[in-house]
């Protein structure tokens, strides 16, 4: 059974920086490709970032690029998420996701840009 479970998020300012990690098991994490989504408040899935499961390649929305960097440590089955330049706009609920239509995600973590 995938497992994915997601932490690192706070209250932060706006400018601020938070990074956050997704632990996997229960499935080969190197062989995945992995990707970040979140969910605003009153809004649907939005897609965030993705990362080949060697993590030579990450894609990024036109919303994060240059902002935040996906990452991912297959020794630790461990993937993480550095998000810089934290706006309000990215408050959401963010999930890191183990298929492409991310139905397999874990129960999110909370950040929240606010001063």
């Known amino acids: 059974e995938v497992q994915l479970v997601e932490s690192g998020g706070a209250l932060v300012q706006p400018g601020g920086s938070l990074r956050l990690s997704c632990a996997g098991s229960g499935f080969t994490f190197s062989t995945r490709d992995m990707s970040w989504v979140r969910q605003p408040p009153g809004k649907g899935l939005e897609w965030v970032s993705a990362i080949s499961a060697d993590g030579g390649r990450a894609y990024y929305a036109d919303s994060v690029k240059g902002r935040f960097t996906a990452s991912r440590d297959n020794a630790k089955n461990t993937l993480y998420l550095q998000m810089n330049s934290l706006k309000p706009e990215d408050t959401a609920i963010y999930y890191c996701?183990?298929?492409?239509?991310?139905?397999?995600r874990g129960q999110g973590t909370q950040v929240t840009v606010s001063s």
């Open positions: 996701a183990a298929d492409p239509e991310a139905r397999l």
